[in-house]
C-alpha cells in the first residue's frame, strides 16, 4: 500500500471513530430532551425550577425541584471546599516536597484509591461516618448533607491530586532553579512559579474532581438521607438531583408526567454540569501559561 493511501487510511479511522463518538453524545442529548420536554405540559417552567415542593406522586402532583437543585448545589460546593485544598496540597507535597521514596510510595496508593467503586465509599459512609456523627457530634440523623458531602470528597481527592500532582512535576526544571539561583526560598519558588507553571493542570484536575462529585449518584442516595426540602444547616438530610433520578426512575410509569419530569432534572443536570465545565475551562485557559515570559 502507498504511503499517502494508508495516511488517508488513518486519518479516515480517526475521523469515523470521533464522529461516531460526537454522533451518539448528540443522540443522547437529543433522547434526553425530547423526553424532558413534555414536563412543561404538566407545570410551567417557572414553577419546576423554583418550586420548593417534589411531591410527584401526589393527587394532585407537585413537581418544584429547587430543594434537588439547592442540594446538588450545596453538596458540590462543599465537598469542593474539602477535597480542592486537600487534593492539591498533597500534590504539591508529593512532586516537591516529599523524598523520591515516599512519592514512588504513595503516588501509586493515590491512584488505586480513585479506582474505589462508590458503592464503596457509600458503605463506608453508613456504617462509619453516620454512626460517628450521630453518637459524637449529637446530629440527630447521621445521613445528611455533610457526610454525603466528606464521601464525595473521598472520591475527588485521588483525582485531584493525582492529575495536580503530574502537572507541577511536568513543570521544567530550568524554571525552579532559575528562581532559586535569584535568592527565592524553596516556598517562595512553589508559590511564585511552580503553582503559576502548572495552573492548567491544576484546573483541569479540579474540574475532574468537581464533575465526579456533581454527577456522582451512589453515594449520595446512600448517605445524603434523602429528605427533598432546603436544608437549614449541614446536618440537614438532603436529596440531590442524581439520587432523586436513581431512586425514583425504577418505579415511575412509563411516559406519565412523573417520569418526564425526572428527565427534565436531568436536562437540569446537563446543564449545569455544563456552564461548570465552560467556567471552569474558560478561567484555566485566562491563567495557562505558555512559556516562562509569562510568569
Not at 442540594?71 to 465537598?79: E, G, H, N, W
Not at 491512584?111 to 454512626?131: N, R, T
Not at 511564585?192 to 484546573?203: F, N
Not at 462529585?213 to 449541614?234: D, F, H, N, Q, R
Request: glycine share 6%; proline share 6%.
Amino acid at each position: 500500500m502507498r504511503r499517502s493511501t494508508r495516511e488517508k487510511c488513518i486519518h479516515g479511522t480517526f475521523f469515523t471513530v470521533a464522529l461516531v463518538s460526537i454522533l451518539i453524545l448528540a443522540l443522547i442529548c437529543i433522547f434526553l430532551f425530547m423526553e424532558g420536554a413534555p414536563i412543561v405540559k404538566a407545570t410551567s417552567i417557572t414553577d419546576f425550577l423554583f418550586g420548593s415542593e417534589w411531591y410527584p406522586t401526589f393527587d394532585p402532583p407537585s413537581f418544584g425541584i429547587l430543594p434537588l437543585i439547592v442540594a446538588s448545589i450545596l453538596v458540590t460546593a462543599l465537598s469542593s471546599l474539602i477535597a480542592i485544598p486537600l487534593g492539591v496540597m498533597t500534590a504539591v507535597y508529593l512532586a516537591e516536597i516529599a523524598r523520591p521514596g515516599v512519592r514512588a510510595f504513595f503516588k501509586p496508593v493515590i491512584e488505586l484509591l480513585a479506582a474505589l467503586p462508590s458503592v464503596v465509599i457509600g458503605f463506608f459512609g453508613m456504617v462509619v461516618v453516620a454512626p460517628f456523627l450521630q453518637n459524637y457530634l449529637d446530629v440527630w440523623v447521621g445521613y445528611n448533607l455533610f457526610n454525603a458531602s466528606l464521601m464525595l470528597a473521598f472520591m475527588s481527592v485521588p483525582t485531584i491530586c493525582s492529575i495536580s500532582e503530574d502537572a507541577i512535576y511536568s513543570v521544567p526544571r530550568e524554571l525552579k532553579e532559575a528562581s532559586l539561583a535569584l535568592g527565592s526560598t524553596h516556598w517562595q519558588t512553589i508559590y511564585r512559579v511552580i503553582l503559576p507553571a502548572s495552573i492548567t493542570g491544576i484546573s483541569t484536575g479540579t474540574i475532574l474532581g468537581m464533575s465526579r462529585a456533581i454527577g456522582e449518584t451512589m453515594v449520595v442516595l446512600m448517605v445524603a438521607g434523602g429528605a427533598a426540602a432546603i436544608p437549614t444547616s449541614i446536618f440537614d438530610p438532603v436529596r440531590p438531583m442524581p439520587a432523586s433520578i436513581a431512586a425514583e426512575m425504577g418505579e415511575t410509569p412509563y411516559g406519565s408526567d412523573h417520569y418526564h419530569a425526572l428527565f427534565a432534572i436531568g436536562i437540569v443536570l446537563f446543564v449545569m454540569t455544563l456552564l461548570f465545565n465552560v467556567v471552569a475551562d474558560y478561567i484555566a485557559e485566562k491563567n495557562k501559561q505558555i512559556g516562562s515570559a509569562t510568569l
